[in-house]
């Protein structure tokens, strides 16, 4: 693997960010956040002048309000726009990409999709990542395009590495990783509600309840990842003969949870896949 350092990542210019919603703010945030770049080094493109106003307060960034302004002058451009509208943006960009390392975290567009539309050379690495980057805890899944080379997709692993986690992994499973991680912060937010909504329903308050689940949620997910245990053997560690866990875990299977999740997740790779096409 080739080693990136923050003194790099400092020294490769200013990023241009396309898009200032929800991902761009998590990108720009957790960069900012984990003192991998100085807000002055990025720069965002967004629309709205109230958003532009929100996030140059928040954060320290420059704002603009035309794609163009954050692309000149950039090393990198990290495409922070919804699938639906990729296309209208780098048809309106294309002329000033050339020369520039393009991140997209669009899903379901391929890099080669991306690379038709822009000049003959420029180097696309296409990364899913979600939300807990904003602090420091999300999870990227990286892969490179034909023209971008080794060097540049380590550049893009380790720019999204300190926003949690990042791997490179080869474009044929970004489909399944954006259904399973890229949308995994909803599923689990929809299981801490459904949890906390049942503590109320028995006597808790909603701020208690809201508590012990996401604490919950928390504390599973770092003691599978720092012991590497399977899920199966934390389930049997705390199911005991004849008690209360083994009661609910029989009724989460009766009701379908598990099929209910690969479904979710199958649903999402269809999806993506009609994005791209």
Do not use: W
């Not at 080739?2 to 919603?21: E, H, K, N, Q």
């Not at 904003?134 to 720019?159: C, D, K, P, Y």
């Not at 875990?249 to 009609?274: C, H, M, N, P, Q």
């Amino acid at each position: 693997m080739i080693a990136v350092t923050r003194g790099d990542l400092r020294a490769a210019g200013s990023i241009g960010i396309v898009g200032g919603g929800r991902m761009g703010e998590a990108i720009a945030a957790g960069l900012i956040g984990a003192d991998a770049l100085d807000a002055t080094s990025i720069v965002v493109a967004e629309p709205s002048a109230q958003r532009r106003a929100t996030l140059e307060s928040s954060y320290g960034l420059r704002c603009v309000g035309h794609g163009r302004d954050a692309v000149e002058g950039a090393g990198t451009v990290i495409l922070a726009v919804k699938p639906q509208v990729i296309d209208e943006v780098v048809a309106e960009l294309a002329e000033s990409l050339s020369g520039t390392l393009v991140v997209s975290i669009a899903a379901g567009i391929t890099t080669g999709r991306l690379e038709s539309m822009m000049p003959p050379g420029t180097a696309v690495v296409r990364v899913m990542p979600n939300t807990p980057a904003m602090i420091g805890q999300g999870m990227s899944v990286v892969s490179g395009g034909t023209e971008a080379s080794t060097e540049q997709v380590e550049f893009v692993r380790e720019l999204f590495a300190t926003l949690g986690e990042a791997v490179v992994l080869p474009e044929r499973y970004q489909d399944a990783a954006a259904a399973v991680s890229g949308c995994g912060p909803a599923y689990m937010a929809i299981v801490v509600d459904a949890l906390a909504r049942a503590g109320v329903r028995h006597g808790l308050t909603r701020e208690i309840a809201q508590m012990l689940a996401t604490q919950t949620m928390k504390g599973t997910a770092e003691l599978l990842m720092e012991t590497g245990m399977h899920p199966e053997e934390l389930v049997d560690g705390v199911t005991s003969p004849g008690g209360t866990t083994i009661a609910a875990v029989e009724r989460l299977e009766a009701l379908g949870l598990r099929r209910a999740l690969a479904e979710a997740v199958a649903a999402a790779v269809d999806r993506s896949k009609e994005l791209g096409s």
